[in-house]
């Protein structure tokens, strides 16, 4: 092959490739546009917060009683001890809500006291939230009538059973909170607010309310937008 024929060839091939890189150019150029677009997203967050009434209370009376001789006057804690739960029977709490636990005795080896001091622990586990708070509030009755009995305020747990039939409602108020802020994120970028790239539900939590019966429930939801030109 002559070396113009060559020369020939390779001009053609170069015009080739020239021309067919213009055409293609285009393309590539409006494929990585949308590859860069698809890549644009904002992240935001979105809360929901509720607060319910406690639907069950968890606490335990300590009934107190001072004796010399802890069998022959057993006598003596014993009725303290019944006297304090037919007074909670009374004030509306269940007898299926009480539970005694094991005595605690603490011997004192002061002389000018009764040795012993033994105390009945009654467990109340309930759903009858504002009873039992009633009941707390009036143990200087028990008091007055000369029975000792401490409740320890840190030691009064509440809780809230029903959060399934709240969830729904709350994760669908976060989720709102969260596209109205990717919506005003994007109108400050002098953008349009795409489809969900990816969302994730926070878990959910609880927290003391402004009452000691009222329980914050919270759940945080993190959401990522596409953006648009």
């Known amino acids: 092959m002559s070396n113009l024929v060559k020369l020939l ?3 053609i091939v170069a015009v080739l490739i020239i021309s067919v890189s213009y055409l293609i150019k285009p393309i590539l150029f409006e ?11 904002v992240t935001v967050r979105g809360v929901a917060e509720r607060e319910v009434m ?9 009934v107190s009683t001072l004796v010399d001789d802890i ?18 029977l009374a004030k509306g709490i269940g007898a299926q809500d009480i539970a005694m636990r094991s005595l605690e005795v603490f011997t004192n080896r002061r002389k000018d006291i009764p040795k012993n001091l033994v105390t009945c622990n009654l467990v109340v586990s309930t759903s009858k939230v504002l009873k039992a708070r009633e009941l707390l ?8 009538e000369g029975i000792s009995v401490k409740v320890y305020e840190y030691q009064i747990a509440y809780g809230y059973t029903k959060l399934n039939d709240i969830k729904p409602s709350m994760v669908e108020e976060a989720n709102k909170n969260a596209k ?44 990522d937008y596409y953006l648009k030109n």
């Open 137 to 144: 509030s009036s143990l200087d009755s028990l008091v007055k």
């Open 9 to 11: 060839l390779g001009l």
């Open 31 to 41: 494929v990585s546009n949308k590859l860069m677009e698809s890549e644009r997203f």
């Open 180 to 223: 109205d802020a990717a919506l005003v994120f994007a109108k400050h970028s002098n953008a349009t607010l795409g489809k969900i790239k990816q969302a994730r539900q926070g878990l959910f939590s609880m927290q003391d309310g402004r009452r000691p019966e009222l329980i914050k429930v919270r759940v945080v939801t993190q959401v």
């Open 54 to 62: 406690a639907n069950h209370i968890l606490f335990e009376l300590k």
């Open 71 to 88: 069998i022959n006057e057993s006598s003596k804690y014993e009725q303290n001890c019944q006297k304090a739960q037919a007074f909670m």
